[in-house]
């Protein structure tokens, strides 16, 4: 079975292309011996799940990690019901039903931790929330290709009702509970508000929760790993005093769609604690005073929203959040420094108005500061007066920032009309390195596959000998809003404040984000 799985068309991942190879270990932690952010919303829900991505030695021999996690089977059929209710994919999936059980991600198991070569002798840290369908594995071809540019990615796995299903373990490794995926409709009824504010506040939970069980395996804490072909230490110990997280505003916090929802969520509630006046507000957080995420949310925090699904974030029990900038915008900068925050939609999303349209006001700066921020002087390589930068690749889809563009290309072409998978996710790779650098983390530098250099040199002109002449110096110019990279583009944002500020339709003036010739919703339900 295993040389026909080979040798058929199975589904497969190109190698990570950054400098380092790449290791992982899962974990299941009890949240009894954590500090939690608040008391758990689900009491149900008695440890935290997660997967870490970590740059590894060189001389790592491959291993095998399986994408599909265990119990595989459980796993598979959650999957196949879960698309099945949205799109003809499980029935097509279904003619060959072994095959995903035997796809393996580029990466080896409890690899040993490569030394940081760093400055400080420590890897910058990313938590990553996944989106709906998702699970600590459904994004680890661009986990583990950040990884491979030195840093650790840990993604936890959501048991909100979001993922197509999920186990919580008791005290001695046995599935305690099965925690199904959760229906709700995508229509802004009240009943589904209820339900996604629920998951949210699952969600945050955990993720403060995740932070906690991060830090003290820094520290050097022996954690009780539940998973019962991982009940070591010598795994976890080599990462004591190796992580970047004990500046404030140096944990990055990133997301896809729900996910990138929930961090957006995470974030602002730890930043804006409500006063005891406030009224129909029900927090996603409420962080309890012992716990160390109080200084750890700056305004310089580094936010990373792929394909932003807005819908949860204007329930109304967090009118009062959201009616609250980012926290980038709670400082006076200039107009040259660095943006911590990013934010890529697919082409699909993009196209979908509302939510396009929410995305825009969600990074825009506050009302009030409107007028000054619009008379900056625009350059021709940054997008002045804002603190977030926009961007979409031209033929992306929602599923292109997950494992499925890349393992079913022939799929998500056809059913979503989906290009280039695989750089589609170096694109966004690319983009998430050089906002990292512009905040000072100490990341590889982008190589030249990534770069796509014999391509610019073939093109010729001068964005081939720009490129040329910045690799030298080892820059990446994909976040200049000059379309300097094939299909990479950048929304102009300063240009949807102008329309506003002169009272035009958000998007109006806008020559390459013009919303008002977007078409209608073009996304299944279910895809966020």
């Known amino acids: 079975m295993v040389f026909f799985a080979n040798h058929c068309g199975l589904p497969a991942f190109p190698k990570y292309s950054g400098p380092h190879k790449v290791g992982t270990v899962d974990l299941e932690v009890p949240v009894a011996g954590l500090t939690q952010p608040c008391p758990a ?30 119990p595989q089977r459980e796993h598979f059929s959650a999957y196949a019901k879960f698309l099945g209710m949205r799109s003809v994919l499980s029935q097509m999936i279904a003619y060959f039903p072994q095959l995903p059980y035997y796809v393996s991600i580029p990466a080896t198991p409890d690899a040993q931790l490569l030394p940081p070569p760093t400055k400080s002798q420590r890897w910058p840290v990313m938590i990553f929330s996944h989106g709906l369908g998702g699970s600590r594995t459904a994004y680890s071809h661009l986990c583990g290709s950040l990884a491979s540019y030195g840093i650790i990615v840990v993604a936890p796995e959501h048991r909100d009702g979001s993922a197509p299903v999920s186990f919580v373990r008791d005290e001695h490794g046995n599935q305690l509970k099965k925690v199904d995926y959760k229906v709700y409709s995508h229509e802004p009824k009240p ?30 804490e022996a954690l009780n790993n539940l998973i019962p072909e991982k009940r070591t230490s010598r795994v976890l110990s080599m990462f004591a005093n190796r992580l970047a997280m004990h500046q404030p505003g140096s944990v990055i916090f990133a997301g896809h769609s729900f996910g990138a929802a929930t961090v957006t969520q995470f974030v602002k509630s730890i930043f804006y604690p409500p006063p005891a006046e406030v009224k129909d507000y029900t927090p996603p957080l409420t962080l309890d005073p012992s716990s160390p995420l109080h200084q750890q949310i700056t305004p310089n925090t580094p936010l990373i929203q792929l394909d932003i699904w807005t819908l949860p974030l204007t329930s109304p029990a967090t009118k009062w959040l959201r009616e609250k900038p980012l926290p980038c915008y709670a400082t006076t900068t200039d107009t040259n420094a660095p943006a911590p925050v990013l934010s890529i939609l697919s082409e699909q999303f993009f196209k979908w108005r509302q939510n396009a349209t929410e995305t825009l006001s969600l990074l825009s700066p506050p009302k009030s500061s409107l007028a000054q921020t619009t008379s900056g002087e625009k350059t021709a390589n940054s997008i002045p007066s804002t603190r977030a ?6 033929g992306s889809a929602h599923l292109s920032q997950s494992d499925f563009g890349v393992l079913f290309p022939w799929l998500t072409k056809k059913l979503f009309k989906a290009e280039e998978p695989e750089r589609m996710l170096r694109l966004n790779v ?99």
């Open 430 to 528: 690319r983009a998430i390195l050089q906002v990292l650098r512009e905040l000072g983390a100490e990341v590889e530098d982008t190589t030249e596959v990534d770069l796509e250099l014999t391509d610019d040199l073939q093109d010729g002109g001068k964005e081939g000998k720009w490129e040329v002449e910045n690799i030298r110096r080892k820059v990446d110019g994909i976040l200049r809003s000059d379309g300097g990279v094939r299909g990479w583009v950048a929304v102009a944002l300063d240009e949807v404040l102008d329309d506003a500020a002169n009272g035009k339709e958000v998007g109006e003036g806008t020559e390459r984000g013009n919303l008002r010739r977007a078409v209608s919703r073009e996304v299944i339900e279910g895809s966020a």
């Open 389 to 394: 930068r926009l961007f979409y690749p031209a």
């Open 41 to 70: 919303p689900d009491a149900d829900i008695t440890t935290i799940s997660f997967r870490i991505f970590y740059p590894c030695e060189p001389d790592t021999k491959p291993g095998s990690v399986k994408w599909m996690p265990e």
């Open 191 to 220: 009943e589904n508000f209820q339900g996604r504010d629920l998951q949210l506040q699952i969600r945050a939970w955990e993720l403060g929760s995740a932070y906690d069980a991060i830090r003290r395996i820094d520290a050097g």
